[in-house]
């Protein structure tokens, strides 16, 4: 960004205000959803007004938790939303198979032997490109690298699944949205206040991380 101007200083102190209004929220886990790796995909359409680049978002939970999430500008200009929406899934889908594998590793089992991935789009026409192996017009310009997912799902090592906008908690990655929805999102990702048990046990850690610097330093002074 070569020239920032008014617009860009207020957007880095929303991000400071929101960081300082989130101090004592935290990832919360538990095992009260199916041990398994979803995938919720999202993209904001044309939302740069530097670049007017759409922005793409995941988030994967394992056991209904966040493990995994981004939010970053779209490499290539998209010339509807369906196409920025693909693009998203597409993107995704390496995080995906990635994960699916990695947890493979840690189990010591055959991947096949896990439950496949399954990614939550809430486009409905993008959903019907993937799932769908005839010609679209109005995808022969997309890039050859965003089309692998097609072929994922149809040797069945991924899942795609229509999911509804208002539970998509990808949404709070890339729309600007009201405190109510957006705390009920990250709330869905496993992000949760503090009890007042831990923002105590917190704040014990830091003073003894704290006293043991001052007596680091104060060994290290020289003698006068």
């Not at 993937?130 to 069945?156: D, F, G, M």
Request: hydrophobic share 30%; with cysteine; net charge negative.
């Amino acid at each position: 960004m070569s020239k920032p101007g008014w617009k860009h200083w207020e957007d880095v102190k929303n991000i400071f205000q929101y960081l300082r209004g989130t101090e004592d929220v935290q990832l919360m886990f538990g095992s009260d959803s199916p041990i398994k790796v979803e995938g919720f995909i999202d993209s904001e359409y044309t939302g740069n007004p530097d670049n007017w680049m759409s922005t793409s978002g995941y988030v994967f939970t394992y056991g209904g938790h966040a493990i995994s999430w981004r939010s970053k500008l779209q490499d290539c200009t998209t010339l509807s939303i369906t196409e920025a929406e693909y693009i998203a899934a597409s993107e995704a889908t390496k995080e995906a198979i990635w994960l699916h594998q990695l947890l493979a590793d840690f189990s010591a089992k055959d991947p096949n032997d896990h439950l496949v991935p399954t990614l939550y789009c809430n486009s409905e026409s993008a959903i019907h490109i993937i799932t769908n192996l005839v010609y679209h017009p109005k995808t022969t310009h997309i890039e050859v690298r965003y089309h692998h997912i097609r072929e994922l799902v149809t040797n069945k090592k991924l899942e795609v699944q229509k999911v509804d906008t208002e539970v998509n908690i990808t949404n709070s990655l890339t729309k600007t949205l009201l405190d109510q929805r957006f705390n009920a999102l990250t709330g869905h990702m496993g992000l949760q206040q503090a009890t007042e048990q831990r923002r105590a046990k917190r704040k014990v850690e830091g003073t003894s991380k704290n006293g043991m610097t001052r007596q680091v330093e104060g060994t290290n002074q020289p003698e006068g």
